[in-house]
């Protein structure tokens, strides 16, 4: 099945996979929500910036190449520009992840120990109370603050099994992407298809 899935991709002499992304022009390749914003610093396009991560996760382990294909050759100092904002951009996903990752592994911090707080106490009341022969309200208030605590504790436990490996996953080929070499092909009228490095 994997074969299959990279058989729909062009390789490069060295073997290393292409992914190919046609645009009229480089504008193209940026959210035209703030046209002062230098391209450096501009957020991709979404359906550019999602095509990518999807061809990212198809490929897999393997090395590969962003080929951007133009049907006019463009100023090489933009192209130079492309070639620094496609990593930027990615760099910056990557780092947003790695906060998502601290931010949830602080709030699993904050339940655990709110829930063990919880158990801890549960513990102590049910001890006292037992010895009182506690009334109705009493046991309630004891068995409620015992899901609470469980509750809490599950929560804290399930924020890491389910959600780390996700965003690890993003980690890792947001990495890639922005590792990744920005090339250009250029297909004119008068001239045979070119590749830019």
């Given at each position: 099945?994997?074969?299959?899935?990279?058989?729909?991709?062009?390789?490069?002499?060295?073997?290393?996979?292409?992914?190919?992304?046609?645009?009229?022009?480089?504008?193209?390749?940026?959210?035209?929500?703030?046209?002062?914003?230098?391209?450096?610093?501009?957020?991709?396009?979404?359906?550019?910036?999602?095509?990518?991560?999807?061809?990212?996760?198809?490929i897999g382990n393997h090395d590969f190449v962003i080929r951007i294909?133009?049907?006019?050759?463009?100023?090489?100092?933009?192209?130079?520009?492309?070639?620094?904002?496609?990593?930027?951009?990615?760099?910056?996903?990557?780092?947003?992840?790695?906060?998502?990752?601290?931010?949830?592994?602080?709030?699993?911090?904050?339940?655990?120990?709110?829930?063990?707080?919880?158990?801890?106490?549960?513990?102590?009341?049910?001890?006292?109370?037992?010895?009182?022969?506690?009334?109705?309200?009493?046991?309630?208030?004891?068995?409620?603050?015992?899901?609470?605590?469980?509750?809490?504790?599950?929560?804290?436990?399930?924020?890491?099994?389910?959600?780390?490996?996700?965003?690890?996953?993003?980690?890792?080929?947001?990495?890639?992407?922005?590792?990744?070499?920005?090339?250009?092909?250029?297909?004119?009228?008068?001239?045979?298809?070119?590749?830019?490095?």
């Amino acid at each position: 099945m994997k074969k299959t899935v990279l058989n729909r991709y062009e390789r490069m002499g060295d073997g290393r996979i292409v992914i190919d992304v046609s645009v009229g022009a480089l504008h193209d390749l940026y959210e035209n929500f703030d046209l002062t914003v230098p391209y450096v610093k501009k957020d991709l396009d979404l359906d550019f910036a999602e095509y990518l991560i999807d061809c990212a996760r198809e490929i897999g382990n393997h090395d590969f190449v962003i080929r951007i294909n133009l049907p006019k050759p463009e100023g090489p100092a933009l192209m130079e520009r492309v070639q620094r904002s496609v990593p930027s951009y990615f760099i910056y996903l990557r780092e947003h992840e790695i906060r998502e990752i601290k931010a949830m592994f602080r709030k699993s911090l904050i339940l655990f120990a709110f829930g063990f707080a919880l158990v801890s106490y549960c513990a102590v009341l049910a001890n006292r109370t037992y010895a009182q022969n506690p009334g109705v309200g009493a046991t309630i208030l004891r068995e409620g603050l015992t899901i609470a605590a469980w509750v809490s504790l599950w929560q804290a436990v399930a924020y890491v099994m389910l959600e780390w490996h996700p965003h690890r996953q993003n980690i890792r080929i947001f990495r890639k992407i922005g590792e990744a070499p920005v090339i250009f092909r250029v297909h004119t009228d008068d001239m045979k298809p070119s590749a830019t490095p």
